[in-house]
């Protein structure tokens, strides 16, 4: 399979734990960029990386949250000390070349009791 | 700050009835995508626009681009049942070459 995928797809958490999501982009892509969606609304872009440099992170990224990806191909995100308010559908897309198409992932789901 | 308004934000339409959704930005765009989510599902890319006034058409689907690259289109002629889904509009910021992604128009396409 030659699309997106991300890892877990669903996650249940407690609030106040530590989650860590997985992206494996398409593998001749150099971008990768991660949203998060909740229902109704959106995406609303949190981070992107050209190959294995970080270029952008929103304001919405607070430091709980941190992304890398480490050899220009897979990426994870992790979210530290986890609040209800972070639960949402967690998208990665990855492109070839800057502003091309996106090709998006199914995402996973975090959800915080 | 920046903001990518949709409108409408729902629309229920008979099959064969025509269906537009509207995307205005409050700052300039370099480009604007387009993406189809279905319930359940991710946004799927369906097309992009680069030049001021710019207009493609995909089958039964026009977009257009305006003049001011402050605003786009999307109809679809016709609409069919498989047209069900959220239509998301996306644009680079001129300034910040950030991705924003419209509020998104929900279809609803009544057989």
């Known amino acids: 399979d030659t699309g997106v995928s991300q890892n877990p797809r669903h996650k249940i958490t407690k609030r106040g734990q530590n989650v860590t999501f997985r992206c494996d982009p398409i593998s001749e892509h150099n971008r990768l960029y991660w949203y998060r969606q909740t229902l109704g609304q959106g995406p609303e872009f949190l981070t992107y990386f050209q190959n294995e440099a970080q270029l952008e992170k929103s304001r919405l990224l607070s430091d709980r949250f941190s992304a890398e990806r480490p050899k220009g191909s897979f990426s994870t995100l992790e979210i530290q000390r986890t609040e209800q308010g972070d639960s949402a559908m967690y998208l990665c897309?990855?492109?070839?070349?800057?502003?091309?198409?996106?090709?998006f992932g199914p995402g996973t789901r975090l959800t915080v009791l | 700050g920046q903001q990518v308004m949709q409108i409408p934000q729902y629309q229920h339409v008979q099959e064969g009835e025509d269906f537009t959704t509207y995307c205005n930005s409050s700052t300039t765009l370099s480009n604007i995508q387009w993406y189809k989510q279905r319930p359940g599902g991710h946004p799927v890319f369906l097309i992009q626009?680069?030049?001021?006034?710019e207009v493609k058409k995909q089958k039964r689907l026009t977009f257009q681009f305006g003049e001011a690259k402050k605003n786009s289109s999307l109809h679809i002629t016709a609409t069919q049942t498989t047209d069900v889904g959220t239509y998301f509009c996306a644009g680079v910021d001129s300034g910040t070459y950030k991705y924003i992604f419209g509020t998104g128009t929900r279809l609803k396409v009544l057989a």
């Open positions: 626009l680069v030049k001021s006034g």
């Open positions: 897309a990855s492109s070839h070349g800057s502003y091309n198409e996106q090709f």
